[in-house]
């Protein structure tokens, strides 16, 4: 079992960037694949982006790629999601989650509160 907490949403103009922040309890954080999703109202939550135990591989969505970075200090237990060149489409509640596997798709066992994100135009 793990439990999630995200922190480091808010507001920020088109443009900017933001970090995310996703601390994790549990003395094996090593052995959960982490990752990012992010919700709009109405709409499903969205894959944002993963990263594999020790960090050597990732995966984002075409919407993400080149503009956010997924990075994860396995010292503090803690995975970070970089943004840069925010637009107002990246609005939404960005949830961290955890899965005890790499898979063809990323498939959570695990989720967090979720942390908004607002960027304005």
């Known amino acids: 079992q793990v439990q999630l907490a995200e922190s480091g949403g808010g507001l920020v103009q088109a443009g900017g960037s933001l970090r995310l922040s996703c601390a994790a309890s549990?003395?094996?954080?090593?052995?959960?694949?982490m990752g990012w999703f992010r919700q709009v109202p109405g709409k499903e939550r969205e894959f944002v982006a993963r990263?594999?135990?020790?960090?050597?591989?990732?995966h984002y969505a075409d919407s993400v790629k080149g503009r956010f970075t997924i990075s994860r200090d396995n010292a503090k237990n803690t995975v970070y999601l970089q943004m840069n060149s925010l637009k107002p489409e990246d609005a939404a509640v960005y949830y961290c989650?955890?899965?005890?596997?790499?898979?063809?798709?990323?498939?959570?066992?695990?989720w967090g509160q979720g942390t908004q994100v607002t960027v304005s135009s």
């Open positions: 989650a955890a899965a005890n596997r790499w898979s063809l798709s990323f498939e959570p066992d695990y």
């Open positions: 549990g003395r094996t954080f090593t052995s959960y694949v």
């Open positions: 990263i594999s135990g020790r960090g050597g591989a990732t």
